[in-house]
T-cell receptor, first 117, second 115 residues
Framework: AQKITQTQPGMFVQEKEAVTLDCTYDTSDPSYGLFWYKQPSSGEMIFLIYQGSYDQQNATEGRYSLNFQKARKSANLVISASQLGDSAMYFC??????????????FGTGTLLAVQP | ETGVTQTPRHLVMGMTNKKSLKCEQHLGHNAMYWYKQSAKKPLELMFV???????ENNSVPSRFSPECPNSSHLFLHLHTLQPEDSALYLC??????????????FGSGTRLTVV
């Protein structure tokens, strides 16, 4: 069964430093997509970055990059130059294709990031 | 105007009350979802609607009753809730068929407290 694991319940990082949030996944499908969402204290889930299983390069979006290691089934989120506004819960999620389109996302348990001044 | 709007943002209700949560999306999506997010627990998918038809109900108690009158609106009717139902209820929408980096668009959620 598909599964997303985030082993870090909470993380601290100093402002302006980089931080890596871990995510591992389990799937038997060769086609899948991986997502990271940010959830500030306001509650809304905000899409950050996407990585497709066949993408040759790691995805990047501004200060966010995804360290995709397919053989290890890991998709870690790297936030460079942390800002106080990065303090939030971060969720990793996966979508499988299973031979056809699907609209089901499976989420991890999240990592609470606190950026310290 | 945000893509997915949820109302109310906060709700306090007694265990004997009946209330409804509303979700509206203006993105032209044809799938909508209800998630429950409790403290220190993972996101729980409650219901999935594709083209207004319910396609998934993850063993949700009958005191939660969803309604999807059209692809743009989703309701969650609540009655005789328990204190353990206190949580953040998130609505999301997407296309039924996700391709590429298509994912979900979430609303800001309704923080529900049952007293």
């Amino acid at each position: 069964a598909q599964k997303i694991t985030q082993t870090q319940p909470g993380m601290f990082v100093q402002e302006k430093e980089a931080v890596t949030l871990d995510c591992t996944y389990d799937t038997s499908d060769p086609s899948y997509g991986l997502f990271w969402y940010k959830q500030p204290s306001s509650g809304e889930m905000i899409f950050l970055i996407y990585q497709g299983s066949y993408d040759q390069q790691n995805a990047t979006e501004g200060r966010y990059s995804l360290n995709f290691q397919k053989a290890r089934k890991s998709a870690n989120l790297v936030i460079s130059a942390s800002q106080l506004g990065d303090s939030a819960m971060y969720f990793c999620a996966m979508r499988e294709w299973r031979g056809g389109a699907t609209n089901k996302l499976i989420f991890g348990t999240g990592t609470l990031l606190a950026v310290q001044p | 105007e945000t893509g997915v709007t949820q109302t109310p943002r906060h709700l306090v209700m007694g265990m004997t009350n009946k209330k409804s949560l509303k979700c509206e999306q203006h993105l032209g999506h044809n799938a909508m979802y209800w998630y429950k997010q409790s403290a220190k627990k993972p996101l729980e998918l409650m219901f999935v609607y594709n083209f207004k038809e319910q396609t998934e109900n993850n063993s949700v108690p009958s005191r939660f009753s969803p309604e999807c009158p059209n692809s743009s609106h989703l309701f969650l009717h609540l009655h005789t809730l328990q204190p353990e139902d206190s949580a953040l209820y998130l609505c999301a929408s997407s296309q039924v068929e996700l391709t590429g980096e298509d994912g979900y668009t979430f609303g800001s959620g309704t923080r529900l407290t049952v007293v």
